[in-house]
């Protein structure tokens, strides 16, 4: 069965995933434990993480970037590789500009910048995920769901290595004497953008002129329902055609009532986690664990936990099926969700925190190459990067809206964190209901 992961696609559809990933780095806890230990408040923390809301809404731009050709990138390494390239400038240009700043002196222009950096973040994911859905042929079921483990392995080695290196390189610079070492830390984490730059250009793009001549055929026919051809009809053409076609399609192949409960469920099924993610490090710091123990356990152990769980959790997708694998992930979440509960009514143990993160992790994976199988299977190949933009906006819409408020849900129950955990299990319950309503009705291709 592992063998469907040694196809050397499987290795370009990684680094595409942890280009994807290490930017969560920079504005999720790299961002909270900063603003944490400038002395900033838990609700302030939480409230700054508003900015990953950016990720929710790119499918509004995913058009433009299915179409718009970056002048002189584009030519010389192709429109896929072109986008991500300059965004990841502008991230390294962001990173640079962090290395100036205090917190405490400029709290707005610090979350500014983080902002620029999940907007270049979430229009690198559209062409990302795309260029991932596209190494594999649309009958080649079985490879894509492999695909959606190794991408999410790939982004689990881009957010948890990356984490690693920020929090060692912090917490050593930091005992070394540098008040500044947040922001000589950002610095460093740059290395990583430019060397995950260098292994974009080992990765094939194909499929640009196939992708453009349909877009043309699409665009004719809409503009054959006009009489004349003028500036005014070839703009309404454009438009119809790049944003209205991938969601008409959407909703055409599945139904009105189920293409709703398919945006329903992608909302709210990772809420609970996001709760529980968004505010994880401020609860570790708080019970006494310092940012090596944070970075060993949280960090280390995690990914080694996730990228051996993904990996089986793509095995089990494949012979269970997408659905029952949500299902199974689901229960997961909410389980070990209480586990954090356990750990916040006890006294600080270093082997209850690796149980809690191990189980964490493990149910993180399952749930992640679910979802990642489940949507990457709804899209149509004509329009793969607005409609999986579209799906993936939607999903982090519940994480990111919702999950702003954790920091004062948490001061609202006086830091009571075992009741707040408890409530982050409960939070799965709506989505795995809406799942079971039309678990018989949605359009998947397995095989």
Do not use: C
Request: no cysteine; charged share 15%; aromatic share 14%.
């Amino acid at each position: 069965m592992f063998s469907v992961y040694f196809d050397k696609r499987m290795l370009k559809i990684l680094l595409l995933g942890a280009i994807s990933g290490f930017p969560w780095v920079l504005i999720g806890s790299s961002l909270s434990l900063w603003l944490k230990e400038d002395g900033l408040s838990r609700s302030t923390v939480g409230w700054a993480g508003l900015i990953f809301a950016v990720y929710a809404f790119n499918y509004l731009w995913a058009p433009l970037i299915d179409r718009i050709r970056i002048p002189f990138l584009t030519k010389k390494i192709g429109h896929r590789r072109g986008w991500i390239v300059l965004m990841q400038i502008i991230i390294l240009l962001s990173l640079f500009l962090w290395s100036l700043l205090d917190p405490s002196e400029n709290l707005a222009l610090v979350v500014t910048v983080g902002l620029i950096i999940a907007i270049a973040s979430s229009t690198q994911d559209i062409t990302v995920d795309a260029l991932r859905i596209e190494q594999i042929g649309e009958d080649e079921g079985r490879s894509m769901a492999a695909g959606a483990a190794m991408a999410v392995v790939g982004w689990w080695t881009g957010y948890k290595l990356g984490g690693v290196l920020s929090l060692f390189a912090a917490d050593i610079l930091q005992k070394i004497g540098f008040e500044n070492y947040w922001q000589i830390t950002f610095l460093i984490l740059g290395i990583l953008v430019i060397l995950m730059n260098i292994g974009l250009m080992f990765i094939d793009e194909s499929g640009n002129l196939d992708r453009q001549n349909q877009q043309k055929e699409n665009d004719k026919l809409i503009s054959s329902q006009f009489k004349n051809v003028n500036i005014f009809t070839k703009l309404i053409t454009w438009i119809a055609g790049t944003i209205s076609g991938p969601i008409i399609s959407f909703f055409k192949k599945n139904g009105f009532s189920i293409a709703l409960g398919i945006l329903g469920f992608v909302f709210l099924f990772k809420v609970g986690e996001a709760f529980l993610g968004r505010m994880s490090i401020i609860f570790y710091k708080e019970i006494g664990f310092s940012k090596s123990d944070i970075a060993i356990y949280s960090k280390t152990l995690g990914w080694v936990t996730t990228v051996t769980f993904t990996l089986l959790g793509g095995l089990f997708v494949i012979r269970s099926g997408v659905l029952r694998a949500m299902f199974f992930a689901g229960v997961m979440m909410a389980s070990t969700n209480l586990l954090f509960s356990v750990l916040a009514w006890s006294d600080k143990s270093e082997f209850l925190f690796a149980i809690a993160v191990i189980f964490d992790d493990i149910a993180a994976a399952f749930a992640t190459v679910a979802f990642v199988a489940f949507i990457s299977m709804l899209v149509d190949r004509a329009y793969t990067a607005t409609q999986y933009a579209l799906l993936a906006s939607i999903g982090t819409a519940g994480r990111t809206s919702l999950a702003s408020s954790s920091g004062a849900l948490v001061d609202w129950l006086n830091g009571d964190w075992g009741t707040f955990f408890i409530l982050t299990a409960l939070m799965v319950i709506p989505s795995l209901i809406i799942l079971w309503i039309m678990k018989n009705k949605i359009k998947l291709s397995e095989k």
